[in-house]
């Protein structure tokens, strides 16, 4: 009888979890072969969860802290994630960039830093077009390597149900190399200089090798004292995506057998994108119905009621650590803007987390065709938003912020003055520019100043 009771329960969960289906899903690709489709989702459902409901609770918990301004969130990870670059070394580089962004933030500021990588899951991308021509051949716009190619022909840009499988798989073997990164030694912040080997020699580096040795003193002392210091040689890390292509987050929503509610296990924290936050939208109730730390991204056109009916759809309980409104204003405008949003949502007596996303406002293209982001204009928006929340009198609670551990040059400026006739040099990226570990650590040292005004 109490199995009939957990499966009718898990039964209706679903129904209402499957309303979406009714509502426009935008940013959707479109399957040659519906039934292909069906036996991916068949063959993800079957698969293993990638995290656990207790890890997104727990993350739940750390979120709630930043939200009270207690602690703060470092978000970041490629643009869009590509199944050849999911090697071990890229991998490790890119967990070690957040490693060293978190210790400046922790250090610098004394505060808890929260680290989730847009990692094992940012495999989709929301597109300005359906197509993409060139020199006269038009074919469907690359959408992420969970949809289909990205190199120029028929058979790459059509879009295969089989990747979403693939997609799993390689989500899979990330977690896997994130887990043993972070809870088996290489986290251990008596390894803070180590995690600056292998990085080309820069003022950043530098300035962090100065900050790992005032580190390394603090832990001597702590040892001559006999502290424990155990609970230093791991760390806490989390994965997060833009929950876009319902296709592979339907199927991998499952029921918690502990409470009975629904989990996306597809990420710890997933996001809501500024293309795709309708609230009569398929996504919005998609994750209306799952229990995962959900974010929302907020761009310059966002009003206090939108945030406001945002806020009673996806939290309705006004759950803290809940909800994250992940703002991108764009440098021009985020002064403008976002303090009125603050205050109004404040008055509303609603204390979502606030994070701020210096990247996508601040995009451009250059004369010679590169996407690409002013290092200054990034740092011009992050000021504004820690400018805003002094004004206002609420707690900026994280930065949201894509970055590679390589040192490619798709970001103008920083301290290696990336001009615009740099770009072509190391240009990797398949589809937005991202911070490269010198500028991300430089990014690091300048929020932990801000951090530091926080009184």
């Known amino acids: 009888m109490t199995s009939q009771i957990h499966e009718t329960a898990a039964e209706r969960a679903f129904a209402e979890l499957d309303a979406y289906q009714a509502l426009e899903a935008k940013q959707q690709p479109v399957w040659p072969d519906p039934e292909a489709v069906a036996y991916s989702a068949r063959e993800l459902s079957s698969q293993p969860p990638l995290v656990f ?4 609770d727990q ?8 939200a009270r301004g207690e602690a703060f969130l470092l978000q970041g990870g490629d643009c869009a994630e590509t199944f050849a670059a999911a090697t071990a070394d890229r991998i490790r580089d890119r967990v070690k960039t957040l490693l060293q962004m978190a210790v400046v933030l922790t250090y610098g500021a004394s505060m808890p830093v929260i680290k989730v990588g847009r990692m094992a899951g940012q495999f989709a991308k929301p597109r ?15 959408r992420g390597d969970l949809v289909n190619g990205y190199d120029f022909t028929s058979e790459s840009r059509t879009a295969d149900p089989a990747r979403l499988v693939q997609g799993y798989h390689v989500s899979a073997s990330t977690l896997n190399l994130i887990r043993a990164f972070t809870q088996g030694g290489f986290a251990d912040l008596r390894q803070v200089h180590a995690w600056n080997q292998g990085f080309i020699s820069n003022p950043a580096n530098q300035r962090y090798e100065s900050l790992a040795s005032e580190i390394d003193r603090a832990l001597r002392f702590m040892a001559a004292c006999g502290v424990d210091n ?7 890390f989390y994965v997060s995506h833009e929950a876009l292509l319902l296709d592979y987050e339907r199927p991998l929503t499952r029921v918690d057998s502990r409470t009975g509610d629904l989990y996306d296990t597809s990420g710890h924290m997933l996001w809501i994108g500024e293309r795709t936050r309708d609230l009569d939208g398929a996504h919005v109730e998609f994750l209306s119905h799952v229990r995962n730390p959900i974010g929302v991204k907020l761009g310059p056109t966002a009003t206090v ?3 406001l009916r945002l806020i009673d759809k996806l939290d309705p309980e006004r759950e803290p650590g809940r909800l994250t409104f992940i703002t991108r204003m764009g440098a021009g405008k985020i002064r403008d803007v976002l303090p009125g949003l603050l205050e109004g949502v404040r008055d509303a007596g609603a204390t979502p987390l606030w994070v701020t996303d210096p990247m996508h406002g601040n995009g451009m293209t250059t004369a010679t065709g590169y996407k690409t982001r002013r290092f200054d204009d990034v740092m011009d928006e992050l000021r504004g938003f820690f400018e805003a929340h002094r004004e206002v009198g609420t707690y900026p609670g994280g930065i949201h912020i894509e970055l590679t551990g390589d040192d490619v040059t798709e970001c103008l400026g920083g301290s290696e003055n990336i001009d615009e006739a740099t770009l072509a040099t190391r240009y990797e990226s398949v ?6 570990h010198m500028q991300s650590l430089e990014l690091a040292f300048q929020v932990a100043e801000e951090l530091k005004k926080i009184s």
């Open 53 to 56: 409901a207790g890890e997104a």
């Open 59 to 66: 993350l739940r918990d750390r979120l709630a802290s930043a």
């Open 128 to 142: 300005s077009s359906n197509e993409e021509t060139r020199e006269g051949v038009t074919l469907p716009a690359y």
């Open 230 to 236: 155990t609970a230093l040689t791991q760390t806490e």
């Open 305 to 307: 009621d939108d945030a």
């Open 431 to 436: 589809c937005d520019p991202r911070l490269n």
